[in-house]
């Protein structure tokens, strides 16, 4: 009964943090921006694509050609949290999110992303 205690105690000690990333493929050079909640999924999203089961469908179609050592994952940006009581988490991720996309532009022949509607 400890060792779950300890277990839970250790789980509920890890720090999640919301961040964007990028999935970069190393054969074409074309990437996909994305946000989450938690970084921590990010081997989710390699599962989804190994199993074939992504949204993305020019994404999941590179993967199934090139391969998953042909990509990489990186964390672009972790969002900064703040106490202040109107901080909105998912509004600031999405604003943060916009940012690397302007950065970045992966759109039409140099990425995965739909470009925003005007």
């Known amino acids: 009964m400890a060792h779950k205690k300890e277990l839970r105690r250790q789980f509920e000690e890890v720090l999640i943090e ?7 493929n190393t054969e074409n050079q074309k990437s ?6 938690n970084l921590k999924t990010l081997n989710g999203m390699k599962h989804i694509l190994n199993m074939g089961a992504n949204n ?10 090139f391969g998953q050592d042909a990509f990489t994952f990186t964390i672009l940006e ?6 202040d ?4 988490e998912k509004k600031a991720l999405e604003q943060l999110e916009e940012k690397w996309l302007s950065d970045k532009q992966p759109f039409g022949e140099r990425g995965y992303n739909r470009r925003p509607k005007a």
């Not at 919301?18 to 970069?24: D, I, Q």
């Not at 972790?78 to 106490?83: A, C, Q």
């Open 32 to 37: 996909f921006i994305g946000k989450t909640p």
């Open 85 to 88: 009581l109107s901080f909105n």
């Open 18 to 24: 919301a961040g964007v990333y990028e999935v970069k």
């Open 56 to 65: 993305n469908k020019e994404l999941q179609a590179d993967w199934k050609h």
């Open 78 to 83: 972790v969002l900064e949290k703040s106490e």
